[in-house]
Nanobody, 116 residues
Framework: QVQLVESGGGLVQPGGSLRLSCAAS????????MDWYRQVLGKERELVATITTYGTTNYTDSVKGRVTISRDYAKNTVYLQMNSLKPEDTAVYYC??????????WGQGTQVTVSS
Protein backbone atom coordinates (compact mmCIF):
# COMPACT_ATOMS: atom_id res chain seq x y z
CA GLN A 1 0.00 0.00 0.00
CA VAL A 2 1.47 3.33 -1.09
CA GLN A 3 1.13 6.20 1.34
CA LEU A 4 2.01 9.82 0.72
CA VAL A 5 2.31 12.16 3.67
CA GLU A 6 2.50 15.90 3.09
CA SER A 7 3.87 18.34 5.61
CA GLY A 8 5.18 21.88 5.80
CA GLY A 9 2.02 23.87 5.31
CA GLY A 10 0.99 26.73 7.54
CA LEU A 11 0.29 30.43 7.81
CA VAL A 12 2.75 32.79 6.18
CA GLN A 13 2.73 36.49 5.36
CA PRO A 14 2.70 37.70 1.75
CA GLY A 15 6.21 37.59 0.37
CA GLY A 16 7.19 34.75 2.67
CA SER A 17 8.35 31.23 1.92
CA LEU A 18 7.33 27.69 2.72
CA ARG A 19 8.74 24.31 1.82
CA LEU A 20 6.26 21.50 1.48
CA SER A 21 7.35 17.88 1.77
CA CYS A 22 5.74 14.72 0.44
CA ALA A 23 7.16 11.56 1.97
CA ALA A 24 6.35 8.30 0.20
CA SER A 25 6.15 4.91 1.88
CA UNK A 26 7.84 3.29 -1.13
CA UNK A 27 10.74 4.15 -3.36
CA UNK A 28 9.88 7.15 -5.51
CA UNK A 29 11.83 5.49 -8.31
CA UNK A 30 8.65 3.49 -8.88
CA UNK A 31 6.71 6.53 -10.05
CA UNK A 32 6.83 7.91 -13.58
CA UNK A 33 6.22 11.36 -12.21
CA MET A 34 5.19 13.13 -9.05
CA ASP A 35 3.13 16.27 -8.85
CA TRP A 36 1.90 18.95 -6.53
CA TYR A 37 -1.69 20.10 -6.90
CA ARG A 38 -3.65 22.69 -5.01
CA GLN A 39 -7.32 23.23 -4.41
CA VAL A 40 -9.37 26.11 -3.14
CA LEU A 41 -12.74 25.26 -1.63
CA GLY A 42 -15.35 25.27 -4.37
CA LYS A 43 -12.83 25.22 -7.21
CA GLU A 44 -11.21 22.48 -9.25
CA ARG A 45 -7.93 20.98 -8.20
CA GLU A 46 -5.08 22.70 -10.07
CA LEU A 47 -1.77 21.19 -11.14
CA VAL A 48 1.03 23.33 -9.73
CA ALA A 49 4.25 21.47 -10.50
CA THR A 50 5.52 18.17 -11.90
CA ILE A 51 8.80 16.31 -11.74
CA THR A 52 9.38 13.27 -13.94
CA THR A 53 11.63 10.25 -13.58
CA TYR A 54 14.11 12.01 -15.85
CA GLY A 55 14.15 15.11 -13.69
CA THR A 56 12.11 17.21 -16.07
CA THR A 57 10.06 19.82 -14.27
CA ASN A 58 7.02 21.81 -15.27
CA TYR A 59 5.10 24.55 -13.54
CA THR A 60 1.80 26.28 -13.97
CA ASP A 61 2.27 29.83 -15.23
CA SER A 62 1.08 31.50 -12.05
CA VAL A 63 3.94 30.04 -9.98
CA LYS A 64 6.82 30.09 -12.48
CA GLY A 65 9.88 31.77 -11.02
CA ARG A 66 8.57 31.47 -7.48
CA VAL A 67 8.23 27.74 -6.97
CA THR A 68 10.68 24.85 -7.31
CA ILE A 69 9.88 21.14 -7.22
CA SER A 70 12.66 18.75 -6.27
CA ARG A 71 13.18 15.26 -4.91
CA ASP A 72 15.45 13.30 -2.62
CA TYR A 73 15.62 9.64 -3.58
CA ALA A 74 17.41 8.69 -0.37
CA LYS A 75 14.48 10.04 1.65
CA ASN A 76 11.76 9.07 -0.84
CA THR A 77 10.55 12.62 -0.60
CA VAL A 78 9.45 15.28 -3.04
CA TYR A 79 9.56 18.94 -2.08
CA LEU A 80 7.85 22.11 -3.19
CA GLN A 81 9.81 25.23 -2.31
CA MET A 82 7.53 28.24 -2.54
CA ASN A 83 8.89 31.77 -2.37
CA SER A 84 7.35 35.23 -2.74
CA LEU A 85 4.04 33.80 -1.67
CA LYS A 86 0.86 35.66 -2.53
CA PRO A 87 -2.63 35.52 -0.99
CA GLU A 88 -3.83 33.77 -4.14
CA ASP A 89 -1.49 30.87 -3.33
CA THR A 90 -3.74 30.04 -0.39
CA ALA A 91 -5.08 26.51 -0.88
CA VAL A 92 -4.81 22.94 0.26
CA TYR A 93 -1.76 21.44 -1.43
CA TYR A 94 -1.80 17.79 -2.41
CA CYS A 95 0.97 15.45 -3.45
CA UNK A 96 0.24 13.06 -6.31
CA UNK A 97 2.36 10.09 -7.40
CA UNK A 98 1.77 8.37 -10.72
CA UNK A 99 2.87 4.86 -11.67
CA UNK A 100 0.56 4.61 -14.67
CA UNK A 101 -2.39 6.78 -15.80
CA UNK A 102 -4.68 4.33 -14.03
CA UNK A 103 -2.53 3.87 -10.94
CA UNK A 104 -2.11 7.10 -9.02
CA UNK A 105 -1.85 7.95 -5.34
CA TRP A 106 -2.78 11.02 -3.35
CA GLY A 107 -1.72 12.42 -0.03
CA GLN A 108 -4.11 13.88 2.51
CA GLY A 109 -3.19 17.49 1.76
CA THR A 110 -1.60 20.30 3.70
CA GLN A 111 -3.11 23.76 4.15
CA VAL A 112 -1.18 26.80 3.00
CA THR A 113 -2.56 30.18 4.04
CA VAL A 114 -0.94 33.40 2.85
CA SER A 115 -2.27 36.33 4.81
CA SER A 116 -1.10 39.36 6.74
Amino acid sequence: QVQLVESGGGLVQPGGSLRLSCAASVSIYSFSHMDWYRQVLGKERELVATITTYGTTNYTDSVKGRVTISRDYAKNTVYLQMNSLKPEDTAVYYCNAVKTPKLTYWGQGTQVTVSS
